[in-house]
């Protein structure tokens, strides 16, 4: 007997050595998620069923010599407010509970093609609205590192449950940070990719002109194997672009050396609590000791006090717009106290409000992007603090906006990866950002810190124990 892969790259590898099948992983995963929901309320559904059918069927493909690839038998998990056809696909709400898709998502349908088994489709604030992980419906997802502290949201349950050792990567989405808030406080990698790489058709929708959909996972290869499998134009997404298909695994290995880190003046370290402040500045140590220049920078729309109303403007002025289509005025009382106060505030955004919002985003996407010219990618906490209590009031949560809202606002790619514990034993995240299209470059220097600093061997207080 020998314990549960810890990554996909080793389930993988025992996959084609024998020594392991796709049967035998699915059965001890979704072991793990019965023994763990009640304690971290990871799941909405879980799919045994479908997953044992599915994990027996790529057993005997590869038996037979059909390989489909680095996820083959892999198992993983859905936000879910991903599409599944047959499944319940609830958005987390009371309002959409008996929903019921006929098709999947295109990237489920991606997943499916690169032989990945889907276990369970995860808990998630309610619309993909907050990053608290608390939801009314269907209870509040658990930090698998303290059960009293937030998962993050809106992704919470795919980071809990990947944090918790429950399956090896998942999918998100992020609109004003919904992947990187619970990756950054579960302590697991998570990457929003430039707008419109990932196809969100068959993906409930946030906010049309912010929304991108993205994989967490315990290391940086997962996530480079999982958004391999997602990226891809897409006809049936209106917003999804034509671009390069990269092999985002190719440089992994390729180090920092010789690659510009900027440090963005009064606002890499503004307003950060002293433990993220120490983690993050050994961060930028451990790149410089890897051979990376690192050098301050200045974006003065940063480096000021920061205005989130654009983004919020275009967000809920969206958001508003799509729940009444849905009829959600006329059954308020349905959805929690986020989702309602969303709805409250989009209704006093007016359309000239939201059009000048829109227009100012071209303004601000080439002040941050000037930067480029000086250095390959940005550095920053991923989150001002570390988890706080569920309990928590607003303004303490509205703290994780600062590094995750600018970002949104402009559409670049970037990605949360461990770098350090807090003294109470959170974790603690750390943020690379990087011009269009560079999910590469992101990737390869989250990959040479990783490999250096090794956190992501760090073990939450509640994880799966299990042998096979």
Known sequence: MMPLPTTCVEAGARLRDGSITSEVLTRAYLQCMKRLQDKLNAFITITEEQALATAVQLDADLKNGKDRGPLHGIPIVHKDLYDTAGIPTTEGSEFFRSRIPTEDATVVKKLKAAGAVMLAKTNMNELAAGL??????????????????????????TAAA???????????????????????????????????????????????????GGPLGRTVGDVALMLNAMVGYDPAYQHSVRAPVDDYCAELDSGVRGLRLGVVDNYTFRDIDDEVADAVRAAVDALAALGAEVKTVRIPWMGGSLDYSPLFSILLYEFNQIMAEHGAAERRNMFGPIVQANLAKGETISR?????????????????KRVFAEVDALITPTMAMVAPPLTADAKTFERGFQFTIPTSFVGLPSLSVPCGFSQGGMPIGLLITANDFQEALLLRIAAAYEAATQFYKNLPPVHCEQTV
Do not use: Q
């Open 132 to 157: 608290t992980g608390t939801n009314m419906a269907f209870g509040d997802a658990r930090n698998p590192w303290n059960t009293e502290r937030s998962a993050g949201g809106s992704s919470s349950g």
């Open 162 to 212: 990947i944090a918790a050792g429950c399956c090896l990567a998942g999918t998100g989405s992020d609109t004003g940070g919904s992947i990187r808030h619970p990756a950054g406080w579960c302590g697991v990698v998570g990457i929003r990719p430039t707008y419109g790489l990932v196809s969100l058709a068959g993906v409930f929708p946030r906010a049309y002109s912010l929304d991108c």
């Open 352 to 368: 000239e409000a939201y059009e000048k919002a829109l227009t100012e985003r071209p303004r601000r996407i080439s002040e941050v």
